[in-house]
C-alpha cells in the first residue's frame, strides 16, 4: 500500500505539475463580469498594471482596475477575468499571500465559484494544505461532477493525506471520463495498477 501511495504521488505530481502552468487563465473565465470592491483595505497591497499580466497582456490591458476616490471612500473596480488571470499567475510563482486578496475578490462574485475553489485548491496544494485543497476541489465537483482535473488534483490531495481508496476512486472516475489525454491517461492507469 505504502509503495502505491508512493507511486501515486510522484507520478500524479509529474503530470500534474505540467498541466497547472499550461492551463491559461482564459479557460477558466467565461466572461469579464465586473467586481467592485468597496473599500481599497480590501484591494491588493501592491500596485496593479497590464504589465503584471504577462500571459494575456492585451486581455489584461483592456481589464486593467481602475480606481475611484471620493473624500476618504474608496473603490476599485475591476474585471473577474483579471481577478482570475491575476490569482492564477501568483499561485503558480507561489506568492501565496500576494494571492489571497485576488481569491477574497473572486470569493464575492457567485458566478466565479468554479474559479475561486479551483484557484483556491491549487494554492492549498501549494502550501501542502492537502485537506484544505480537497475541500475546495469537493467544493467544485459538488456542483460539477464532470470536472476531470478537478478529479485528479483532489486524488493527489488525498492520496498526500493517505487515504488511497478515496483517491483511486477518483482516479478510476478521471480514466474513465472522455476528457483525458492518452499519455495522462496511461500515467493514472499505470498509478492505479502499482
Request: charged share 20%; net charge negative.
Amino acid at each position: 500500500m505504502m509503495r502505491h501511495v508512493k507511486t501515486f504521488a510522484t507520478a500524479m505530481a509529474a503530470a500534474l505539475g505540467i498541466l497547472i502552468t499550461t492551463l491559461p487563465a482564459a479557460a477558466y473565465a467565461a466572461s469579464a463580469e465586473e467586481v467592485v470592491i468597496n473599500t481599497i483595505a480590501e484591494a491588493p497591497a501592491e500596485p496593479v498594471s497590464a504589465a503584471a499580466a504577462p500571459p494575456t497582456v492585451a486581455t489584461a490591458a483592456a481589464s486593467a482596475p481602475v480606481r475611484k476616490c471620493e473624500n476618504e471612500d474608496c473603490s476599485v473596480k475591476v474585471s473577474a477575468t483579471f481577478v482570475v488571470e491575476r490569482a492564477e499567475q501568483l499561485i503558480i510563482a507561489g506568492k501565496y499571500d500576494q494571492a489571497q486578496p485576488w481569491l477574497d475578490m473572486l470569493a464575492i462574485a457567485p458566478e466565479y465559484q468554479l474559479e475561486y475553489h479551483f484557484l483556491s485548491g491549487l494554492m492549498a496544494l501549494g502550501k501542502e494544505d492537502y485537506a484544505g485543497a480537497e475541500r475546495h476541489y469537493r467544493a467544485i465537483l459538488d456542483q460539477d461532477p464532470t470536472q476531470t482535473r478537478v478529479r485528479l488534483d483532489l486524488s493527489f490531495a488525498l492520496m498526500k493525506q493517505g487515504k488511497a481508496e478515496a483517491a483511486d476512486y477518483h482516479l478510476r472516475l478521471a480514466e474513465q471520463s472522455g476528457d483525458l489525454p492518452d499519455d495522462l491517461r496511461t500515467t493514472v492507469r499505470t498509478a492505479r495498477s502499482a
